[in-house]
């Protein structure tokens, strides 16, 4: 039972790069989230997906995408790669909405 | 838009003593909050809840309580040990999405 489940771990990109931030989880939960985590802050939520099929903005969605694939893989996509998005991002689980979260351990992205 | 803060961001104390960390939220329709742990390099791990209709929760050596009339929420570890030494955050969670606060770096002196 491994939890939720991110790749990469680490990451480094050029401005204007794209990539995909995979995550998924084996424990059969419904919700899926990503949140992005700058240095001494909290985390900010940048998409959510309450149940397969559905997605939805978050604080700060902007220059992201998402796709819930099936009930178990949740990917973010970044399109065209800004410094501004350099940040830890963490995809985390729930069992429902309004349930505590399971994270996974986290993407390091850097972007020059 | 709505916020979760915590009072302090760093928090020192002595081995075998008890820690409390606050939290001021400021949403009146958050219904659950809870407190997660976040050690250097691993991503946060649930400590404990409380929802809006508890005022306190108890679980191993940690104590949540919740002041809804001034929207307050605080962390209890007693005999705090070296590995209580992290990074918490508290967090608020409304129509299916959860908030955090900008943590507080609880520091165990041997």
């Known amino acids: 039972n491994a939890g939720v489940t991110q790749t990469p771990k680490f990451q480094v990109l050029k401005t204007g790069q794209s990539m995909t931030l995979q995550c998924a989880q084996d424990m059969n939960h419904n919700s899926m989230y990503w949140y992005r985590q700058d240095p001494g802050m909290g985390l900010r939520l940048i998409y959510y997906s309450a149940s397969e099929g559905t997605t939805d903005k978050g604080e700060v969605p902007n220059g992201y995408n998402v796709s819930r694939l099936n009930k178990r893989e949740f990917s973010l996509r970044l399109e065209s790669a800004a410094p501004s998005q350099t940040s830890v991002y963490f995809c985390?689980?729930?069992?429902?909405?309004?349930?505590?979260?399971?994270f996974g351990s986290g993407t390091q992205l850097s972007v020059l | 838009g709505e916020s979760v803060g915590l009072h302090l961001p760093t928090l020192s104390v002595q081995e075998g003593d008890n820690s409390i960390i606050n939290c001021a939220y400021s949403?009146?329709?958050?219904?659950?909050f809870i407190w997660y742990k976040q050690e250097s390099g691993k991503g946060p791990q649930f400590i404990i809840d409380?929802?809006?209709?508890?005022d306190k929760r108890q679980g191993q050596r940690v104590t949540v309580l919740l002041n809804k009339t001034v929207k307050h929420l605080s962390l209890q570890i007693a005999a705090t040990q070296p590995g209580d030494s992290a990074v918490y955050f508290c967090a608020e969670s409304n129509a299916g999405k959860s908030t955090f606060g900008d943590g507080t770096t609880l520091t165990v002196k041997p």
């Open positions: 409380i929802r809006s209709n508890m």
């Open positions: 985390a689980s729930s069992d429902q909405t309004n349930e505590k979260l399971f």
């Open positions: 949403n009146s329709a958050s219904d659950y």
